[in-house]
């Protein structure tokens, strides 16, 4: 039996924007996705303000590139892991990119390594700019990820009305569906799943309480879900429909 394939992944970290309290589950989450060959972190190491991630990175094997801020006002960290980025990406070696970062600077970054046809997963606070999270092919909240170590700031479930109320998420998982669907209207979540992905970078159930995608379609009850056994063993899937098909 052929081993399974392992995603490349090169972590590019800018540490003049990342906490170090979001490393772990940064990492935690790169691990879904393949194995993190490369992990680099860049930022000025004479300054004092980066002086608490000198245990972090030892504890988790990830490399400090120094980069001297030459000008006052300029952003020398963002030029270093650029250039890094496309000396790792000319290796042929890697399968995809993780930037962390909440800096529109890598809007372009993502998109030239997406054009070599490369995955990108952009990691950063809800505040990075639309056309960072536009180019890259997932993009993670790392506030999910430190909700996810620290139980107290764990993100709010949204109920069934608040939910409701969204109407732009309400039209993803709406034409998500539908994109996704057979003629009877039923359609499989994975593939509802990765059809949202391609449509919105962003989503990620967890923004909204839930662990799950299924978990959310069924919360907002504007989905039927049927789990449907395939083929003689064990295995399970969930299919959908979007409610108003039954009186179509």
């Keep these: 039996m052929a081993a399974e394939k392992t995603e490349r992944l090169a972590v590019l970290i800018d540490a003049d924007n990342t906490q170090p309290s ?35 990175l030892l504890e988790h094997s990830i490399q400090p590139i120094q980069q001297f801020g030459y000008t006052k006002g300029k952003n020398a960290t963002d030029s270093a892991m650029i250039i890094d980025a496309m000396d790792l990406l000319y290796t042929g070696k890697f ?17 030239r390594i997406r054009e070599s046809g490369l995955m990108v997963y952009g990691f950063g606070e809800k505040k990075t700019p639309a056309p960072f999270v536009s180019a890259c092919d997932k993009f993670i909240y790392i506030e999910v990820l430190r909700a996810k170590i620290n139980e107290n700031d764990t993100i709010a479930r949204k109920t ?24 009877s209207g039923w359609a499989h979540l994975a593939t509802t799943g990765s059809n949202i992905a391609k449509q919105s970078p962003e989503f990620d159930p967890r923004n909204y309480g ?24 064990p295995s399970k899937a969930i299919y959908l429909r979007d409610k108003r098909k039954k009186n179509e």
């Design 210 to 233: 839930y662990g799950k995608l299924g978990e959310l379609m069924a919360a907002t009850k504007l989905f039927e879900l049927d789990e449907r056994i395939i083929g003689e063993g």
């Design 95 to 111: 399968n995809g990119f993780c930037i962390v970062s909440s800096d529109s600077d890598f809007t372009k970054l993502a998109s």
């Design 160 to 183: 069934m009305s608040e939910l409701k109320q969204d109407t732009r998420l309400v039209r993803l998982l709406r034409n998500a569906v539908e994109s996704s669907s057979d003629e």
């Design 22 to 56: 979001i490393v772990e589950g940064l990492l935690a989450e790169v691990a879904k996705y393949g194995t993190a060959s490369v992990k680099r972190i860049y930022g000025d190491w004479t300054s004092t303000a980066l002086r608490g991630w000198k245990e972090v």
